[in-house]
């Protein structure tokens, strides 16, 4: 199946390792233009190099906090001036801690809305007006299976990320008629540096080890382990992609069956 995505240009957020490279080397392998950010200067560079190196791929990556707006807006101006569009957005950030309510403070709450509601929302602000100026753009963002079941002891995910959900359903009515589509990711427990910290986390609350925590994750899937995070990547290159032009406005698992209702 020819994808489409040769010189396409993809912006993919906090994309120097996990969930994010992954589909910065699958859109990569595709053929397309990469723009690249994450937090820390060394790892991101580390990572454009190996894209590039592996794919040929162009390769923009510049440091940036996904919640800083001025820092956002500097980065998409400087995409413009590389590659003169954006026809892909892909709305990544690190995820919240983890905490029952109880443990949840106040600025818990303000930065997990920052970090996983409005980095969504600047990077959207950004980048849809570009997509609709072309009438062709594809946004996605990276979520979570929270969205469709709340997870024990991530209530901030299970709350933040929900907005997340009602904000991308929206913008896919809003930006539909212009040709640019918008959905929503959901990554089940995927084996990344995240799922290894939440792991070490939950084991040491509960007093077992980190072997059994990831052991339970898996069994909670009927495919009876964590993904790979190339099997989430194959999705968000998929509906980057010219061939899901009839989709928009779903939020998809991609969670090995983990999620236990219907929709
Ligand atoms: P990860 O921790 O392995 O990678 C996170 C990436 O985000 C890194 O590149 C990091 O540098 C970057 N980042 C973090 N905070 C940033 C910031 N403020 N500004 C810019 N970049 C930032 O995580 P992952 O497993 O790849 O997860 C990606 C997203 O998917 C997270 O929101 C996570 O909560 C969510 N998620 C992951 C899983 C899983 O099992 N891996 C499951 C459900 C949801």
Redesign the pocket.
């Known amino acids: 199946m020819d994808l489409g995505l040769k010189d396409r240009v993809a912006v993919v957020?906090?994309?120097?390792?996990?969930?994010?490279?992954?589909v910065a080397l699958g859109l990569a392998a595709e053929g397309a233009k990469l723009a690249l950010?994450?937090?820390?200067e060394s790892?991101?560079s580390v990572?454009a190099r190996e894209i590039a190196r592996e794919t040929g791929a162009d390769v923009l990556a510049r440091p940036?906090?996904?919640?800083?707006y001025d820092a956002v807006c500097r980065f998409i101006a400087e995409v413009m001036s590389r590659y003169g569009r954006v026809d892909i957005c892909v709305a990544?950030?690190?995820?919240?801690p983890s905490k029952t309510f109880a443990e949840t403070t106040v600025e818990d709450w303000h930065c997990a809305a920052e970090?996983?509601l409005m980095?969504t929302v600047y990077f959207a602000r950004e980048t849809l007006p570009l997509m609709l100026q072309r009438r062709w753009g594809r946004f996605i963002a990276?979520?979570?299976?929270?969205v469709k079941q709340p997870v024990e002891g991530l209530i901030l995910?299970n709350s933040v990320r929900a907005g997340v959900s009602g904000l991308i359903k929206s913008l896919a009515n809003e930006y539909g008629p212009y040709n640019v589509l918008v959905n929503n990711v959901?990554?089940?427990?995927?084996?990344?540096?995240?799922?290894i910290?939440?792991a070490g986390t939950l084991a040491q609350k509960q007093g077992v080890t980190p072997q059994e925590i990831e052991a339970r994750?898996a069994g909670q899937a009927p495919l009876g382990r964590?993904?790979r995070?190339g099997e989430?990547a194959d999705l968000v290159v998929f509906l980057a992609s010219e061939r899901a032009s009839y989709i928009t406005g779903v939020s998809i698992a991609v969670d090995g069956g983990a999620v236990k209702g219907l929709y």
Do not use: E, H
């Open positions: 957020a906090a994309s120097s390792q996990g969930l994010g490279k992954a950010c994450a937090r820390t790892t991101l990572t940036l906090d996904v919640t800083n990544n950030a690190g995820g919240p970090m996983n980095s990276i979520t979570s299976m929270t995910s959901c990554p089940g427990y995927t084996a990344t540096a995240r799922l910290s939440l994750w964590v993904g995070p989430f």
